[in-house]
């Protein structure tokens, strides 16, 4: 694995532990509480550490100081441990399940921006014919299932949310209230994140953009864009796109961990080899810790209104 390879790999590995902080926003039994700290430890330690997205970020001026506040105030809020949204308990990990807005908040920026690095990076390797073909076929297979994911839990929350602001407009007869208004602002913020998955999507395959069409349409209809087609309810709609979202996310997920897997746990052994040395006498001692090599991959500018890459 050349070190190109290796520098996209642990981005990719950052986004996946980013984009699986989405789990909270999904209802459950009982949440995994190592997999939680493991994800804990992980969203600080790339920035923490002299690692391939600290020495990005340090080398991108504002745009860099930026993100990785923005990585910071996410750990602090999401993760932290006076986190009010995450809470290890003596029963497991609680979750406020009304709060999951925030983490939305926190994950797609992050992501969208490591993976703006990660293009950068791919777009120089290219240049310079530098094989990383293992690596960019990871970061295609990560970029499907993420926004994948993503189009399933921002689903889930504007269909919740839809039901809510229904009901409050039902026992209002009808009228405006301050809280059909209160809910009505987290609809609009929930399309709004569903429009950073598409506006910052690079994919272009049938499958994707399929589900992505889906999507889009259930918006159209729920913000009255479109009428209903003949025959079919705002249930019926839900489903198909609910279950369409579900297929694709069962169909990208196997395909990505095919190829995360086996990468992963080539830089696990390479990084190995490259803290022992063998001596003549067959004995080992540390090497000295590689230092990361300078990349084009840069994060995004960021709208300071959101906190997201701008358009």
């Known amino acids: 694995m050349n070190q190109i390879s290796e520098v996209l790999t642990t981005l990719i590995h950052y986004k996946v532990v980013v984009r699986d902080t989405l789990e909270y926003t999904l209802p459950k039994d009982a949440y995994d509480v190592a997999l939680f700290k493991e994800k804990k430890r992980s969203i600080l330690v790339e920035v ?3 690692t391939p997205l600290k020495s990005i970020l340090d080398r991108s001026g504002d745009n860099g100081k930026n993100l990785e506040k923005t990585i910071r105030d996410f750990y602090d809020q999401v993760y932290g441990d006076s986190s009010t949204i995450l809470k290890l308990a003596d029963d497991g990990l609680r979750v406020d399940h009304a709060q999951h807005l925030a983490i939305f908040k926190g ?3 992050i992501h969208e921006n490591v993976e703006a690095m990660c293009i950068g990076i791919i777009n120089d390797a290219k240049k310079n014919n530098v094989d990383i073909s293992q690596a960019v076929a990871a970061d295609l297979a990560e970029e499907r299932l993420y926004r994948g994911v993503a189009y399933m839990t921002l689903c889930a929350q504007l269909v919740k949310l839809f039901g809510d602001y229904n009901q409050a407009r039902r026992e209002a007869k009808g009228e405006e209230t301050a809280a059909s208004r209160f809910i009505g602002n987290d609809i609009n913020e929930t399309i709004q994140n569903l429009n950073v998955v598409r506006a910052n999507c690079h994919l272009t395959d049938e499958r994707y953009n399929g589900v992505q069409d889906k999507v ?6 729920m913000t009255g864009r479109r009428d209903l087609p ?3 309810s ?3 709609i839900i489903k198909e796109t609910q279950d369409s979202i579900a297929g694709y996310v069962r169909e990208v997920e196997p395909a990505f961990r095919e190829i995360y897997v086996p990468l992963i746990n080539a830089l696990v052994e390479q990084a190995k080899n490259d803290d ?3 001596k003549g006498d067959g004995t080992t001692a540390a090497a000295p810790a590689p230092q990361p090599q300078e990349v084009e991959g840069k994060p995004a500018e960021l709208d300071p209104k959101t906190g997201l890459p701008k358009a």
């Open 107 to 109: 994950v797609l920026p």
């Open 234 to 236: 705002f249930p019926d």
């Open 276 to 278: 022992q040395k063998i």
């Open 48 to 50: 923490d550490q002299p």
């Open 230 to 232: 003949m025959g079919k």
């Open 216 to 221: 889009f349409l259930m918006v159209d209809f």
